[in-house]
């Protein structure tokens, strides 16, 4: 069946057993499988609470399957790494900075887990922008250390 003509919910669920068995990302399925996954007609994008995900139903509909999947990833990995607990004190901070640090360092991840971009894809705009943060200066760092070059460069005017 083509993906166009699945709902949004079929579309994400048809992602979270595809990455189950693929070889890269099958460590993720006990993940995808805890919490319940809501599709919005009010989120622009998506998030997670640490255990449930949610979805903006516009924004999955905009994906291909690839970036689909790369965006089931993504919220699966904030999960597994606990961000919401692990980062609270950088979180309470400043909320957006502890994101931009955490995503710069998952979507690295996530990238080179699959170079080849057989099962996920990061998003992209309609003119190709990437949709996410990605970064190749904050390589091989955590995210406590990307946050602190992140408000350096918001102190140093660098960032808005």
């Not at 965006?71 to 999960?79: G, R, S």
């Not at 996920?120 to 003119?127: A, E, G, I, Q």
């Given at each position: 069946m083509s993906s166009k003509?699945?709902?949004a919910e079929q579309r994400i669920e048809r992602a979270h057993s595809q990455l189950m068995r693929h070889k890269d990302f099958c460590l993720f399925s006990g993940v995808f499988m805890v919490g319940n996954v809501v599709v919005?007609?009010?989120?622009?994008?998506?998030?997670?609470?640490g255990r449930d995900v949610t979805y903006g139903r516009d924004f999955v509909n905009r994906l291909d399957d690839k970036q689909l999947a790369f965006?089931?990833?993504?919220?699966?990995?904030?999960?597994a790494y606990r961000h919401l607990?692990?980062?609270?004190?950088?979180?309470?901070?400043?909320?957006?900075?502890a994101n931009a640090a955490m995503d710069y360092v998952i979507n690295?991840?996530?990238?080179?887990s699959d170079?080849?971009?057989?099962?996920?894809?990061?998003?992209?705009?309609?003119?190709?922008k990437l949709m996410g943060l990605l970064d190749e200066k904050y390589r091989?760092?955590?995210t406590r250390q990307v946050y602190e070059l992140l408000k350096k460069d918001c102190r140093d005017g660098e960032i808005s």
């Open positions: 003509n699945l709902t919005s007609d009010t989120t622009p994008t998506a998030f997670t609470n965006l089931v990833v993504h919220e699966a990995m904030h999960k607990m692990v980062w609270k004190n950088i979180a309470k901070e400043n909320p957006q900075l690295l991840q996530i990238v080179d170079k080849g971009q057989s099962i996920v894809s990061m998003p992209r705009d309609s003119d190709g091989d760092m955590d």
